[in-house]
């Protein structure tokens, strides 16, 4: 009854329906569009780390400055597995990722970059100096040398390539802004940072292009024979460039398998500090990232690391505020579509109480022939319910539809500037609750012309008749 | 099987804007086991009221009912819904079909409310309308049936859960005399057949001649005795 009911009025069943729809498009796509607004900002505050993620450095801590989310680091201190051990233990850890940084000397190819994929991108910034780099090592000379105009190929040079555990990557504040990460446990594959970028010339819309290409890195070694001048070598390797990366995991323009930057601190170690003229590292890690199991717990760690005797550093305060404004946004904007979506319920009743009025016949008729005040009832909060929920199914998927369009214009100026763009995943939660919600408000605003016709009295009702 | 019907002191008062009225005015009446009975009188004496009463339709505020032996008087919400469901059957003068529905489901929504089976409502919506002639439009909507044939399917409705007491509110008040004389033929013959009491509001006194009892309300009648 309640389906015949609504082809009947067909009309007025099409203008409620589109109502509830466009209610909860506005809803939807309020509601994801700043839930993914939040994500994103989030995971810029936390680089593409988790938010409750924790850096330890090997330097003794400040206590003074624990509260504080980039305190200044005290003198170094070894970080060593028995720290992480009782780092892994405290509670609230969820878990603990090593990270060893070792210096290398970097010798660039000649061109830096891949002269073809620079070609099919943006152009290269005019105020960068044409190619004036030496010949390599170990070039013929006299050969004419390949250069990309525009392009710096800089002297070698020294650098930090930061070792992670490449199997947890995710966890760590990386971003890939083109290309992937090295392998786990490569030793001839490397991602670059920007940093790296800038040092050949080149800007981010252009880091495509150095993907591919090769880059030694050599560890460098003390010898020092006493009344002897030091001596100098270096273990190298090639490695490809396999992509490019924005990491705050440790100061670095490469980053590396663990197990890379071991072998190259171990070998570095190995050799003579030069009388103490040299800084040879003797910590095994560089510093250690630590999650909490959540934001709320960061602070506790970060107090019990502390306690430890090491110098740790959390944007912790940073997300919690932006988080308190990002909130107000999602209640503002929340706010909104729910407002819309009870003015369109105010429609389905309205509807309902028109049709009430229009069927006193029908209901006494249902009542003479039997129905009991509870089955009139039925048919109203069903055809209240089918309009909700068919406006509430055709809002939500309006709204994830727009809120898809968004993100692509989003997407689109993001890329024109060179940033990594936005991941609009399917809020599932927010769909059903859209059309649960659609459908429970529609249900609340049938109830009271449902009430009413199942109270109408049989008998006036059929003198209507 | 019908009905005996036995009214004692029955009177019923509206409230209007010049006051109370009373209709009815303590009506006694009784109406044997599968009788016939003409309603008539003129507007504002209580016929829709009376119909209204014995239907189930609202409460007696003053006086007794007693239909087939059961109070009326101690019946209300949905006791009052199963009484109408399983003991009477309506038949209107705007016949009360549902416009949306086909000729066969609106015979098929009485069987609904009775919680039948969908199969079983199917076969008796075919089966009533066989019975009053209109099995062919089975699937056409009221819009599409002339006056008498949608009377004839308000009928077939009245009968779908074997009611004992038929009340008919002017059922032929909408119809030419041809249509009218066919409605009140059936209506009698539904009676013979199923042995239901009929109780009928009529302005036509020459249908009214035809029942066994005439209950008139233009007049006080203290007990009303068959004809």
């Given amino acids: 009854m309640a389906a015949t009911s609504i082809r009947r009025r067909f009309g007025r069943s099409v203008l409620t329906v589109a109502a509830v729809a466009l209610a909860a498009t506005l809803l939807t796509a309020l509601v994801t569009i700043a839930g993914t607004a939040r994500t994103?900002?989030?995971?810029?505050?936390?680089?593409?780390?988790?938010?409750?993620?924790?850096?330890?450095?090997?330097?003794?801590?400040?206590?003074?400055?624990?509260?504080?989310?980039?305190?200044?680091?005290?003198?170094?201190?070894?970080?060593?597995?028995?720290i992480r051990t009782r780092i892994t233990a405290l509670p609230d850890v969820r878990t603990v990722l090593p990270i060893v940084a070792a210096v290398v000397n970097v010798v660039v190819p000649e061109p830096p970059a891949n002269a073809d994929v620079l070609a099919r991108l943006p152009p290269l910034p005019s105020t960068v100096a044409p190619t004036t780099s030496a010949p390599p090592e170990g070039a013929v000379p006299g050969a004419p040398r390949p250069t990309v105009p525009g392009l710096r190929t800089p002297d070698p040079f020294p650098e930090t390539m930061v070792g992670i555990d490449l199997?947890?990557?995710?966890?760590?504040?990386?971003?890939?802004?083109?290309?992937?990460?090295?392998?786990?446990?490569?030793l001839t594959e490397v991602a670059v940072t920007q940093g790296y970028l800038t040092r050949m010339g080149l800007t981010k819309k252009q880091a495509a292009a150095v993907v591919g290409t090769e880059v030694q890195l050599g560890?460098?070694?003390v010898f020092s024979d006493s009344g002897q001048p030091l001596r100098f070598r270096s273990r190298w390797l090639r490695a490809t460039i396999v992509g490019v990366v924005a990491q705050e995991t440790a100061p670095g323009q490469f980053l590396v398998s663990l197990e890379q930057t071991q072998v190259a601190r171990a070998w570095t170690a190995?050799?003579?500090?030069?009388?103490g003229r040299l800084e040879i590292p003797t910590s095994p890690y560089s510093g250690l990232f630590v999650i909490a199991s959540d934001l709320e717990k960061v602070n506790e760690v970060r107090r019990d690391i502390t306690e430890l005797g090491y110098s740790t550093s959390a944007p912790e305060n940073l997300v919690a505020s932006v988080q308190r404004y990002l909130r107000v946004v999602e209640i503002v904007l929340g706010a909104i579509g729910a407002i819309a979506l009870v003015i369109a319920s105010l429609g389905i009743a309205?509807?309902?109480?028109?049709?009430?009025?229009?069927?006193?016949?029908?209901?006494g008729v249902l009542k003479a022939i039997g129905a009991r005040d509870r089955d009139v009832q039925r048919v109203f909060l069903l055809e209240a319910g089918v309009l909700g929920l068919v406006g509430g199914i055709i809002g939500t998927a309006g709204g994830f539809a727009t809120a898809l369009g968004v993100s692509a214009v989003v997407n689109q100026y993001l890329a024109a500037q060179g940033l990594v763009g936005v991941r609009l995943g399917l809020p599932v939660l927010v769909l059903i609750s859209a059309v649960f919600g659609s459908t429970l408000l529609a249900l609340v605003a049938g109830a009271i012309p449902a009430r009413r016709a199942s109270r109408m009295p049989a008998r006036e009702a059929m003198e209507a008749a | 099987m019908g009905v005996a019907?036995?009214?004692?002191?029955?009177?019923?008062?509206?409230?209007t804007s010049e006051g109370p009225l009373t209709v009815l005015g303590g009506l006694d009446l009784d109406v044997a086991d599968g009788g016939y009975a003409a309603i008539t009188g003129p507007s504002g004496a209580g016929k829709t009221t009376l119909l209204s009463l014995l239907g189930g339709l609202e409460q007696p505020q003053s006086g007794r009912i007693e239909i087939g032996g059961h109070d009326?008087?101690?019946?209300?919400?949905?006791?009052?819904?199963?009484?109408?469901?399983?003991?009477?059957?309506?038949?209107?003068?705007?016949?009360?079909?549902?416009?949306?529905?086909t000729a066969a489901q609106n015979i098929e929504l009485a069987g609904t409310l009775n919680g039948t089976s969908p199969a079983a409502r199917r076969s008796r919506a075919i089966e009533l309308l066989d019975a009053v002639g209109l099995a062919p439009r089975a699937g056409h909507r009221p819009s599409g049936l002339s006056g008498g044939e949608r009377q004839r399917v308000a009928i077939a409705r009245a009968l779908v859960n074997r009611p004992r007491l038929l009340l008919a509110d002017e059922p032929t008040g909408n119809l030419d005399d041809d249509a009218a004389a066919m409605v009140i033929d059936l209506l009698e013959k539904v009676r013979a057949d199923h042995g239901c009491t009929l109780v009928?509001?009529?302005?036509?006194?020459?249908?009214?001649?035809?029942?066994?009892?005439?209950?008139?309300?233009?007049?006080?009648?203290?007990?009303?005795?068959?004809?």
């Fill in chain 1, 40 to 82: 994103k900002v989030l995971s810029e505050l936390s680089k593409g780390g988790p938010l409750s993620g924790i850096t330890v450095a090997a330097a003794e801590a400040d206590p003074s400055q624990v509260d504080t989310d980039d305190p200044r680091p005290g003198p170094p201190k070894d970080l060593d597995d028995a």
């Fill in chain 2, 200 to 227: 009928m509001v009529t302005h036509n006194r020459e249908l009214a001649t035809r029942a066994d009892q005439r209950i008139p309300l233009d007049r006080v009648l203290p007990v009303s005795t068959p004809a």
């Fill in chain 2, 72 to 101: 009326l008087n101690g019946l209300s919400g949905d006791g009052l819904a199963a009484y109408r469901r399983a003991t009477v059957g309506f038949v209107f003068q705007h016949f009360g079909l549902l416009e949306t529905l």
């Fill in chain 1, 219 to 221: 560890a460098p070694r």
């Fill in chain 1, 270 to 275: 190995g050799g003579s500090d030069g009388g």
């Fill in chain 1, 350 to 363: 309205n509807a309902l109480l028109a049709a009430v009025r229009e069927r006193r016949r029908e209901i």
């Fill in chain 1, 167 to 186: 199997d947890r990557a995710s966890l760590l504040p990386i971003t890939i802004l083109t290309g992937r990460l090295p392998v786990p446990r490569s």
């Fill in chain 2, 5 to 15: 019907i036995t009214l004692r002191g029955l009177s019923h008062t509206y409230r």
